[in-house]
């Protein structure tokens, strides 16, 4: 078995690079940061405490796997979609996909993608490639996170495949087997900020939208008691700069890509409101990025003090305050 | 945030990044991660701190290397337990190193599959080198 020829971008996130990725390939010309902004991708969440989790943390965006069905509902795609209990049938089938020249999106866990670096490799489930072909007992694979095509072994494909735990991927993957010819693409941008607003805004979850962000302010000076040592504490603190920059965000936890969506809406809607709201979003994107900038530095300084900590819980604080006030703005112009 | 501002040299590690490009318009460029161009050698540092702390523990006897790899892994019990399909209550017995030696190899395998490394691999912590035995001397 070969390639199948497939054209590889770097996307700012897994599962929208992938998803945009697999319709530009398909034929359909469509931004990452549209299908984000379709899919209602903004979004925030804090978890104090989780069985799952060694440690509390946040999110950015909305629930894995959301992003490709909000997007197939609002745009009237279909993805074709299928889980598997056997790793055997998972395997062979994504074998005969292949052979018939369908490139397919699999949800993997993040640390079997040995094609990168060890300090970016943690065990997460949602991660999403798209394979495009096999050479021996390779696959050929079009990640987002990584500049070019490249092989993975079949042996870890299959783990990441199949890895238990929290949201495990079950073999989980899907396709792209229907394109509108025409679509309604205002009534979907639309639909898509009125939900990301209700998430930020008014959804009755006490650690989710700007609640959430408020509730992370507050809960972050009780973090030393989860740590083992300063070191430690270190290291979490300076996963908020990785979460907000580098695990695929498009910078500033995914703040600057919402702006890109708000930038290219207001032209497809011909609104300029939006264009001033973009650029809103955009400096508030430049607080996140000073957060991040914030946490990676006191990290390093093992400046962990409650007043540094306090320090970070006012700067996210301000985050939630302009976010809240951004929000109700956007909800008001749709 | 302008594009100017956003660009970072960092080859080993590369990202998007959606930055205001000189005529406004908002667009990706690829770039370099600002952590692992100012701040990997802090991660690696305080990594072999941990794996030095947690391998002296291991040697002590006072947790199995099974410990030793779910902390490395930052993984908990129950996602170990979910992820190895072992029930949680033998898991939490297995991170004991007086328990280790009872874990049959099927079991280690499956430990193994998990943390990504082969079953001799996951052992050979527990071969005590010159450095360790110099760390290990706790002064009795």
């Known amino acids: 078995m070969s390639t199948i020829p497939y054209k590889h971008k ?3 996130h897994c599962e929208s690079g992938a998803v945009t990725s697999l319709l530009n390939n398909a034929g359909l010309d469509i931004s990452e940061p549209l299908v984000f ?15 799952s989790f060694a440690f509390p943390t946040f999110i950015v965006r909305n629930k894995p796997g959301s992003i490709r069905t909000n997007l197939a509902k609002r745009l009237g795609i279909k993805f074709h979609t299928e889980k598997f209990r056997n790793p ?3 395997m062979k089938r994504l074998d005969e996909l292949l052979e018939k020249n369908i490139p397919v999106a699999v949800q993997v866990d993040f640390f079997y993608m040995d094609y990168l670096p060890e300090w970016e490799r943690v065990h997460i489930n949602v991660h999403f490639i798209v ?3 096999k050479t021996g007992p390779k696959y050929i694979v079009s990640d987002s996170y990584f500049p070019n095509l490249v092989e993975l072994e079949s042996s870890s494909l299959r783990k990441a495949r199949f890895a238990g735990g929290s949201m495990s991927p079950q073999g989980f993957l899907f396709y792209p087997e229907y394109i509108p010819k025409e679509i309604d693409y205002k009534k979907a941008i639309l639909k898509g900020t009125k939900k990301a607003c209700f998430f930020m805004l008014k959804i009755p979850i006490p650690f989710v939208g700007i609640k959430g962000i408020r509730m992370f302010a507050k809960k972050i000076v009780e973090w030393p008691s989860f740590a083992r040592d300063t070191e430690h504490l270190s290291h979490e603190i300076m ?4 979460l907000l920059e580098d695990q695929g965000t498009g910078g500033a936890g995914f703040r600057f890509m919402y702006a890109t969506f708000l930038q290219q809406a207001s032209v497809i809607l011909g609104k300029p409101e939006w264009s001033e709201l973009s650029k809103e979003m955009m400096e508030i994107g430049d607080g996140w990025r000073e957060i991040s900038l914030f946490a990676a530095r006191i990290g390093k300084n093992r400046e962990l003090g409650p007043e540094r900590l306090k320090e970070l819980g006012t700067m996210l604080n301000g985050r939630a305050d302009v976010e809240e006030r951004f929000f109700r703005r956007l909800r008001n112009s749709i | 945030m302008k594009e100017k501002d956003g660009t970072i040299d960092c080859p080993q590690q590369q990202v998007i990044l959606f930055v205001e490009k000189e005529d406004g318009k908002y667009e990706p460029i690829q770039t370099g991660s600002y952590i692992t161009k100012n701040f990997l050698d802090d991660y690696e540092l305080k990594r072999r701190h941990l794996e030095e702390s947690l391998k002296k523990q291991v040697l002590s006897g006072e947790v199995s290397p099974i410990y030793y790899y779910m902390i490395l892994e ?3 019990l129950s996602e170990l337990s979910a992820r190895a399909g072992i029930r949680k209550g033998k898991v939490k017995k297995h991170l004991e190193a007086a328990h280790f030696s009872d874990i049959p190899q099927e079991t280690l395998q499956l430990y193994a599959d998990v943390f990504n490394i082969t079953v001799p691999d996951m052992l050979k912590i527990l071969v005590v080198t010159s450095a360790d035995s110099t760390n290990l001397n706790t002064g009795s």
């Open chain 1, 88 to 90: 055997d049938e998972g």
């Open chain 1, 37 to 51: 902004g379709i899919s209602s991708g903004i979004f925030f969440g804090y978890f104090h405490k989780m069985k």
């Open chain 2, 74 to 76: 930052d993984l908990t």
């Open chain 1, 10 to 12: 770097m996307a700012a």
């Open chain 1, 131 to 133: 394979v495009v072909g």
């Open chain 1, 239 to 242: 996963k908020i700069n990785i």
